[in-house]
């Protein structure tokens, strides 16, 4: 079973779209991805304001940064 994720981003975020587009292929088989708008906390905007769309396991925090498509995301799921 794959790690629960997190997508940060934002409303009205072309890349976000984009980033969540690589990703719903994922979520069809199982991959769980919570989007976490970053305009709903300023220590989000600070931390992620200039590198979103930005993919976060929540298992390990580790953080994966745009652009990726869906072959490196499988590759950092391992």
């Not at 975020?13 to 719903?24: F, K, S």
């Not at 994922?26 to 930005?54: F, K, Q, T």
């Amino acid at each position: 079973m794959p790690p629960e994720c997190q997508l940060f981003g934002t409303l009205g975020c072309h890349l976000c779209e984009l980033a969540e587009e690589e990703l719903m292929p994922l979520v069809e088989h199982g991959l769980l991805v919570e989007l976490i708008d970053i305009a709903e906390n300023e220590d989000w905007v600070e931390d992620y304001g200039l590198r979103i769309p930005v993919l976060r396991r929540v298992d390990t925090g580790a953080e994966l940064d745009w652009p990726f498509d869906a072959e490196q995301v499988v590759a950092f799921l391992r």
